[in-house]
């Protein structure tokens, strides 16, 4: 786990409050300048957003524009960051909120030799070691497997499942032990239709009746119109960060991937006027310049 330092905050920040009060109002994840350089490329570049409490989140954007990456900030496995990160009132990475997080990568991170039932027995023994605690975590365990619609597999070989399933059997850990929070990295991927709005059903009611806080990655822009609030990312910024509608609204489009589109439409025209200006600017400086004076003529050489 990794601990990010802290930029000063001024007294009115909500990052200065007390770090076990997770009020309604304060953030679940607070960013500031958050950048990640990995060699001589810069991944994140100085991001600054909130994740409000008790609501889904969608991250979307292109594959490759850091999305993944952000999401390991978020959790604390991340190297190479600077800025701020907050989550959950604390420093993004702090041993107190290993319990209060749940984590889903893109790949299935589930034993294939154990079946869907004892891989959860296990991580719940992870969460929960001890006798005492037996009894909560066979609980657990039945009440994720019928969360994630794996009743009629419980006692199947992971590696036996289909690659939809397996995926369910990783969100199943994650939701062990009811985390506040939920970072689930583009879980829908290679899913059939059906199967994805069960999820989303499932995310939902994660959001209403537990008031848990969901970052959910997606390129898939269709997926965007199920989040409360967007944050679309471009080529490691943040391009808006929005409700669907405000967003509509503000770009006159009438779904998300246009209103995407636009945006992006936007900051490349922003770009192209911004390197025209530098290369005019450039250019006038050049010509402003004196012509170097032309070397004085040597004197001819005396005749022996």
Known sequence: MVNYGRAPATPADPADTDPADTAAGT?????????????HRTVLDDLAFDVPPGRITGLLGPSGCGKSTLMRAVVGTQDKVSGTLDVLGRPAGHPALRPRIGYVTQAPAVYDDLTVRQNLDYFAAVLRPGRAARTE???????TIEDVGLTSHADA????L???????VSLAVALLGTPELLVLDEPTVGLDPVLRRDLWDL???????RGATLLVSSHVMDEAERCHRLLLMREGRI???????ALRARTRTDTVEEAFLHLVDEAEAAEAATAEAAAGAGAEAAAAEPAPAAPAPHPPEPTP
């Open 157 to 160: 070989l992971a590696g036996r």
């Open 203 to 209: 995310f939902h009611r994660l959001a209403a009746d």
């Open 162 to 168: 289909s690659g939809g399933q397996r995926s369910r």
């Open 239 to 245: 391009l808006a960060e929005d409700t669907p509608d």
């Open 137 to 143: 975590r066979r609980e657990s365990v039945r009440r």
């Open 27 to 39: 953030p679940a994840v607070r960013a500031r300048a958050l950048t990640v350089v990995r060699g």
